[in-house]
């Protein structure tokens, strides 16, 4: 069974640029969730989706932060502009449902210099 | 909002030596879940528990959770190299997402 994909692997940008990430998640996953880990602390979730529909964004800084679910499948995760602070690594995961164990991709390890 | 913490932050053992984390929630949960970070790596499921005082056990790695369901423990029972890494535990409580703690780090020395 594939796991989670995610891309790029490594971002480095200045800081005001723009970036996207994307996750493909394991097939038949109907929930999505976007994380990120800042070095030396547990993954804070960003955005849950379940299928298409967001679940919870409550610590999504929407003003320069979104993310879609298109078709309910593949997911995009967008940060514009990009600050100094959002240097971390974002995780995408899967799971069959709310509740359930979680699948985590290899993460994209983001440096906004 | 839900809290989760652990302690301790890290800790260093001499391979052969137990290891226990521990895991405590601001609010009761419905299930707790414990992942195992490698350095550089991602979040690895271990396990999940849900029933108040449950305990599960896998090979040396043994799992509580507690009556009133607002903590838990990871306990390694004569560390490996192979142990090395970060072990978080998240809580899940009502209709909440998943709250994570911040991990406690795990270094073994051969």
């Known amino acids: 069974e594939a796991g989670v994909a995610q891309s790029p692997r490594y971002k480095i940008i200045e800081k005001r640029q723009s970036v996207a990430f994307w996750c493909n998640p394991i097939s038949g996953h109907a929930t999505l969730y976007w994380y990120q880990q800042i070095l030396g602390q547990g993954p804070k979730l960003l955005i849950q989706f379940q299928n298409n529909g967001v679940v919870d964004d409550s610590q999504l800084p929407k003003d320069r932060f979104s993310a879609e679910r298109l078709k309910g499948v593949d997911s995009t995760l967008k940060i514009q502009p990009a600050k100094l602070e959002d240097s971390a690594v974002y995780l995408c995961a899967s799971s069959l449902g709310w509740g359930n164990e979680q699948y985590f991709g290899p993460g994209t390890r983001l440096t906004v210099t | 909002g839900q809290q989760v913490m652990q302690i301790p932050q890290y800790q260093h053992v001499q391979e052969g030596e137990d290891f226990t984390t521990y895991c405590n929630s601001s609010?009761?949960?419905?299930?707790i879940q414990w992942y195992k970070q490698r350095p550089g790596g991602h979040p690895v499921f271990l396990i999940q528990l849900v029933k108040s005082g449950e305990v599960k056990k896998q090979k040396r790695l043994t799992f509580q959770f507690g009556e009133a369901k607002k903590n838990s423990s990871l306990h390694i029972t004569a560390t490996q190299t192979t142990d090395v890494g970060t072990y978080f535990c998240a809580g899940l409580s009502g209709y909440s997402t998943l709250t994570f703690g911040k991990g406690t780090m795990l270094l073994v020395s051969p």
């Open positions: 609010t009761t949960l419905s299930n």
